[in-house]
C-alpha cells in the first residue's frame, strides 16, 4: 500500500503529525509512506524512520516570484513528482485550500482515495473548501489535540482504532559535525524562549530566575534563537544569568540536535520545545497565551505542561517541575 501525506507546514504541527506514521506502520508494516514538506522541514521529516519519500514543497517562496520562468519549472518538476508513484491513499491533515490543490495534484491508484479534515478544531486556520478534494472527509472534536487530528483521519480511513500513546519515530539528527564547537561536552539545559506572538512570551524575569535556579544545580543554560530580534533578546536575558550562553544561528538539524541531546528543555509554545518532547527529552512547556489542551505533552511522563491561555505559570511552578523531571537539587555555588 502507498501513501502519500500532505502536512506541509508549520514546525510545530508537522512533529504533530507525525505519529500517524507509527498508527499505519503498526497495522500495515509493509506500506510505503511518502510526505510532502514545505523545504525547510525536509531534513526534520527524514528523521521520521518510516516515511519512505520526502517530497519539498517551497510554495512559501515560490510565492515571491510566480510569474517567473524558473518558478513555474520548479513548480512544474513539483507536480511531475507527485505523480511518479500511484497512490492508494493521499492523506490531508492540514485542511487548506494549498494542501487541498496539492492533494489534487497527486497521482491516485486504481481505488485510490484522497482523505482529509471535514472540519477544523477551534482557532485552527482550516479552510472548508478543502472538502472539495476529498472522496472522504473525516469529523474531529472541535477540541482535538493536534496529535490526535491526522492519527484519527488516518485511523477513520484505514478502519483501526488509536488506542496507544504516540510515537514520533524521530531518529537522531544526522550532522557532518556530530558534535559542533556549541554543544557542551556534559549536561545542559535549553530555554526556548522566543516566539513570534509577544503574547505567547514568558516574562523575562521568569527565565532569569530560573536560571538561577539551574545555576544551583550547576548547569548551564544554552539560549536559542531565530531572528534578529530573538538574538537581541537573548543576549538582554544572557547578560542577567550567570550560567547562559547565546548560541550562534543553527540550522534545522543543529536546532534538532539541541533538543535532542538536552538534559532539560524549558520553552514556550512554539516548535523546538515540541520537537524536545518528541524526543521525550525531560521538557517543561510554557502556556501563556495559547491553549494547552490543544499543542500539550501528553504522551510521556518526561514532559510537564504548565500554564493556560490567559494563565502563564510562575517560577515556583516550574521550580517544582524541575524538581520532578530532575530530582532534588544538588546545590553548588556558581560564580558570576
Keep these: 500500500m502507498k501513501i502519500l501525506i500532505v502536512r506541509v507546514s508549520s514546525l510545530g504541527d508537522v512533529v504533530h503529525n507525525m505519529p500517524m506514521v507509527a498508527d499505519i506502520l503498526r497495522r500495515h508494516p509493509d506500506a510505503q509512506i511518502d510526505w510532502v514538506v514545505e523545504e525547510a522541514y525536509t531534513s526534520l ?9 520526502v517530497i519539498p514543497f517551497a510554495l512559501r517562496r515560490w510565492r515571491k516570484s510566480l510569474l517567473a520562468a524558473d518558478t513555474r519549472a520548479e513548480i512544474r518538476r513539483f507536480r511531475e513528482r507527485l505523480r511518479e508513484e500511484a497512490y492508494d491513499y493521499v492523506f490531508d491533515t492540514q485542511g487548506l485550500t494549498k494542501t487541498g490543490i496539492v492533494m489534487r495534484m497527486a497521482r491516485l491508484a486504481p481505488g485510490g482515495r484522497r482523505i ?11 479552510e472548508g473548501v478543502s472538502r472539495i478534494f476529498h472522496h472522504k472527509s473525516i469529523p474531529v472534536d472541535i477540541r482535538t489535540h493536534a496529535v490526535l487530528r491526522g492519527r484519527l483521519v488516518a485511523a ?16 537522531p539528527p544526522r550532522l557532518e559535525q556530530q558534535s559542533p564547537a556549541w554543544l ?10 522566543a516566539t513570534a506572538r509577544a503574547s505567547k512570551q514568558w516574562a523575562p524575569d521568569n527565565w532569569i530566575e530560573t536560571a538561577g535556579l539551574l545555576a544551583e544545580r550547576g548547569l548551564p543554560v544554552l ?23 547565546v548560541l550562534p544561528k543553527l540550522s534545522m ?9 538536552t538534559s532539560l528543555a524549558i520553552g514556550v509554545d512554539t516548535g523546538l520545545t515540541h520537537i524536545a518532547a518528541a524526543y521525550e527529552r525531560p521538557t517543561i512547556e510554557l502556556y ?24 502563564p505559570p510562575s517560577v515556583a511552578d ?4 524541575i524538581t520532578s523531571l530532575l530530582g532534588a537539587a544538588d546545590v553548588r555555588r556558581v560564580r558570576p
Design 116 to 126: 482529509g479534515l471535514a472540519n477544523g478544531t477551534e482557532g485552527s486556520g482550516y
Design 318 to 321: 516550574v521550580a517544582t517541575a
Design 45 to 53: 521529516v527524514r528523521l521520521n524512520t518510516g516515511v519512505r519519500h
Design 184 to 193: 557542551p561536552d556534559g549536561r545542559y539545559a535549553v530555554f526556548f524562549h
Design 253 to 261: 538539524m543543529e536546532a534538532v540536535l539541541l533538543a535532542q541531546r
Design 223 to 245: 539560549l536559542a534563537w531565530g531572528s534578529d530580534a530573538e538574538r537581541a533578546d537573548a543576549q538582554r536575558l544572557a547578560a542577567r544569568m550567570v550560567n547562559a550562553t
Design 288 to 311: 501563556c497565551d495559547s491553549p494547552r489542551w490543544k499543542t500539550e505533552g501528553n504522551w510521556s511522563s518526561s514532559i510537564i505542561n504548565l500554564g493556560d491561555q490567559g494563565a
Design 156 to 171: 477513520a480511513a484505514l478502519g483501526y482504532v488509536v488506542d496507544t500513546p504516540a510515537d514520533f519515530l524521530l531518529a
